[in-house]
């Protein structure tokens, strides 16, 4: 078959102008770097998840028996949960943030309540 | 327990064509499926918040003055940090699922595509019409991102269009289309048994049929119909037309036609469907389209269109601004226009006798047995349709939310 360049091929941006969120598209490329970099995290910590799993059952650990592995109920679950505790984890400053827009009478500033109480 | 959880990606239904997936493949595929749940559940109704709390109340006290559409909601909330953390993440996830999702088409391109073509080869139910070339809308710009869109090919008779379509269509919904991606076919055919359970249509037209995902559902729910899926793009139909045959279904016929040039004669289908189709095309293709439906059902025919609901007169602000999103940052240029349309005047205007026009609901059907007791499937749209009045609204089949329309000829 025709020689194809697939991570080429992969990287493909789509027709037309990519838009850009943050103010600085600086910003937006390292963002978008960071969270590449934490699916491969991810991806690595599930296949960490399968080889324990494996020998935890005593069965040989391999790249094929890897790749045939299929979590059941309860392991699926858990996999799933730590990729919802993960996102949580790595996005904890947003999470904070909306946090502080919820509740905006818990965000007095230290520095004033220090001159406050210094004045006092 | 706060954290809603999706069926992981090994529970996809796999078929003759489907690609083989590694582990880490499985594994990148929920990670992104995960995300996309969070930004969604946790993420996004902090932008809203965002509005309500800080952005709206600023923009009064600039201009003393409320907002008043939704292009200026846009433009307010460009500078909310909250808003570009959700957007740009929503961009980057949905960039990271299309190169996750071609990569693991590419890798295995040349064996999918020979297989497909054996699966291909010598039926007459594919029929693909070099003339035919991508409408000019789908050419400016690759909707929902996806690199080549629907009608390119990597080498010369290839399969990647469809194939990757089909690979990332769990994670982009979080497996809300069901497990073989059909869950609005499944929808449609129990709308039908439901609703009017004497309809046995002969003949059948799904237009603008993609992948067929939808499409298989209704040839299985009417075996002895003739179903023809049509659509304007060569791989995609390549794609289609193998899916159906590894998986069984001979009596479809795939035609590649455009639904601005249909080459069907007059009073020739029973029931012609489309399922999220004209939000991708234009007002002239609607236009047009809607009135050839119009002459090719038979008097007595049935229409039913799957599609966002356009805008009613107490739609608010809020929703307005996210529902034309996709038109502004998801290379879905036609939804704004879509959504102000009015389906109705349309339909009218096609032929079809007003008293004949009725509008609904429907919830993806999710195929039972496929996904864990535990996942959880979402539904986006629901909260836009609540109006509707005939929603099915069974509680057990929680997915995708849809507006549908038809009329009867
Ligand atoms: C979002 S997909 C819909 C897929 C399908 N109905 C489903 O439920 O999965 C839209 C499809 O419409 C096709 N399309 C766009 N414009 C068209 C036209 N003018 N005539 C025929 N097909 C068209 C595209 O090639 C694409 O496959």
Known sequence: ?120 | MSSVLPPTYDRVGRHGLSPDVTHDETARFNFLTNLNVHIGQKIFPGTKLAFESRVAPAFDKAHGRALRDQCEVRDAMKCDPLYQFWAATRRSTMEMRQQSGRHVVLRQLGKMSAKAAALNAGKNTLVLDPRVTPPDYLAQVDNHWMPGSYYSEATPGDVLSGAAYEAGLFVTTAGSMSARGDGAGRALVRYLAEKFPDFKPRRILDLGAGVGVNTLPIVQAFPDAEVVAVDAAAPTLRYAHARSQAMGYGNVQFIQASADDLPFPANSFDWIQTTMFWHETSVATVRAGLKKIHEMLRPGGLTLHIEQPNFAADTPLWDRFTRDWDAWFNNEPFWRKLHMMNVFDEMAAAGFGRDRLFDGATEADIEPGMYQDWASTLSRHKPELKRADDAANDGARKGEFWYLFGAWK
């Open chain 1, 1 to 120: 078959m025709t020689d194809i360049d697939v991570n080429a091929l992969a990287n493909a941006k789509a027709k037309g102008e990519r838009p850009y969120f943050f103010d600085d598209p600086a910003v937006e490329r390292v963002f978008s770097i960071t969270l590449a970099v934490a699916t491969e995290l991810a991806v690595m910590r599930e296949r960490l998840d399968t080889v324990e799993r494996l020998l935890e059952a005593g069965q040989p650990v391999s790249k094929t028996a890897i790749d045939a592995f299929r979590p059941d109920n309860e392991a699926a679950r858990e996999r799933q949960m730590w990729h919802a505790e993960y996102i949580n984890r790595i996005f904890r400053i947003v999470h904070q943030e909306l946090e502080a827009l919820k509740n905006p009478e818990l965000n007095v500033s230290s520095k004033d309540l220090a001159d406050k109480i210094a004045a006092s």
